[in-house]
Structure formats: structure tokens, C-alpha cells
């Protein structure tokens, strides 16, 4: 299968150890695998008014094209990011707006209605987070998050189907052995969700 990994973090961090296992996993299994690092690409985040009428026109800057002939020829989605304000960061946020744009990820019929154009994709998200797990369950700041921002809007929007998501909380006083289970749990799901092709 062709993977292709979209990558949020500014900084050496857990999040750049989970990307490293998940590739190193995939390629072990006899995946394909491209990374995008939208922080490492200087990936310009802001979507104009002047951009988004030449996107409508079919006029798609070449920064953009790059990214949509990755995502074409993926099978498989992963996003990996932590999750900043219960949502994407910025700069993983403007990659999903440009990128992800109308005519190549979604369409509008003559009748109103979303047509998504992903359809033949399979989508996996890789969450980090500071606070710990009860305070973003009694705050609600996973649900939002998670239903506003990654699978449940985005994927099923654009008609990707969403087969995965990791959630790792309490980052912020995150143990050696926490961590050891964090990556052993990343493993083990990657190897159950892409085995060896037989």
C-alpha cells in the first residue's frame, strides 16, 4: 500500500519519535511511505481570497499540486499533530484548507449537496495532548476536537474512510514507562492495521 504521513510539529518532541516508528513500521512491512512535514516544508499556511478564486478557476498554485498528486496516489492518510486549542495547529490547519480544496478533495452538485472525491482512501490520525485524559473528557475538549477538526468531519467529508485514531494524553508529566507504552501500543496498531502483504 502507498502511505502517505502528514506531519505537524515545530520541534524534536514525541510526536517526531511516533512518526519515526510508524515509518520505520510501515517500510518494515513492505509498505510505500512519503512524509510531508508542513513545518519542515515551510508550508505557506494562509489561504487567500486571490488563491481560493484561482483554486475555483483551476488555476491551483504548484505548491498545491505537489501535495494533491501525494494524496492521489495514497491509500492510506495518516495525520500525526498534537492537538493545540482542541484543534489541528495553525500551520496543519492552512495545509488542510489549500490543499483539501473544492474541485480536488469535495464538490458542490447542481443540487447544493457535498460530493467527496477521496472516496478510495483510508484515513489514520495520531493525537498528542498535554492535559490528561479525564480533564479533556469532563471539558470536552477531545469530542469537539476530534468531531470538528479530524475524522469525523474532515475524512468524512471529503470521503475518506477514517480506520484509526490514537489518542495520547498527560504529555506533560509523561513517565519513561508511559512512553514505552505509548510506542509499543503505536507498533502493535500499525502492525494490525498495514500486516506484511502475503
Known amino acids: 500500500m502507498n502511505h502517505l504521513?502528514?506531519?505537524?510539529?515545530?520541534?524534536q518532541s514525541l510526536n517526531q519519535t511516533l512518526l519515526?516508528?510508524?515509518v520505520s513500521t510501515l517500510l518494515n512491512n513492505g509498505h510505500d511511505v512519503?512524509?510531508?512535514d508542513v513545518y519542515a516544508l515551510g508550508f505557506q499556511p494562509e489561504l487567500t481570497i486571490a488563491e481560493k478564486a484561482a483554486i475555483k478557476r483551476g488555476d491551483v498554485p504548484t505548491a498545491i499540486q505537489t501535495e494533491q498528486i501525494l494524496i492521489r496516489q495514497a491509500d492510506v492518510l495518516t495525520f500525526i499533530f498534537p492537538i493545540w486549542w482542541?484543534?489541528?495547529?495553525?500551520?496543519?490547519?492552512g495545509y488542510v484548507e489549500r490543499v483539501f480544496s473544492e474541485g480536488f478533495a469535495y464538490q458542490i452538485n447542481e443540487h447544493g449537496a457535498i460530493e467527496n472525491l477521496l472516496r478510495d482512501k483510508?484515513?489514520?490520525?495520531?493525537?498528542t495532548h498535554d492535559a490528561p485524559r479525564t480533564f479533556l473528557d469532563s471539558n470536552r475538549i477531545v469530542p469537539p476536537s476530534h468531531h470538528m477538526t479530524t475524522d469525523t468531519e474532515v475524512f468524512n467529508f471529503i470521503g475518506v474512510e477514517p480506520v484509526?485514531?490514537?489518542l495520547f494524553s498527560s504529555m506533560?508529566?509523561?513517565?519513561?514507562?508511559?512512553?514505552?507504552?505509548?510506542?509499543?501500543e503505536t507498533k502493535k496498531t500499525v502492525d494490525?492495521?498495514?500486516?506484511p502483504a502475503v
Open 5 to 11: 504521513i502528514i506531519f505537524a510539529h515545530p520541534q
Open 20 to 22: 519515526d516508528l510508524v
Open 34 to 36: 512519503t512524509v510531508r
Open 86 to 93: 482542541t484543534g489541528l495547529p495553525a500551520m496543519l490547519k
Open 122 to 127: 483510508k484515513g489514520v490520525i495520531i493525537n
Open 164 to 166: 484509526e485514531r490514537l
Open 172 to 184: 506533560n508529566q509523561a513517565s519513561a514507562d508511559y512512553i514505552h507504552e505509548i510506542l509499543q
Open 192 to 195: 494490525q492495521l498495514f500486516p
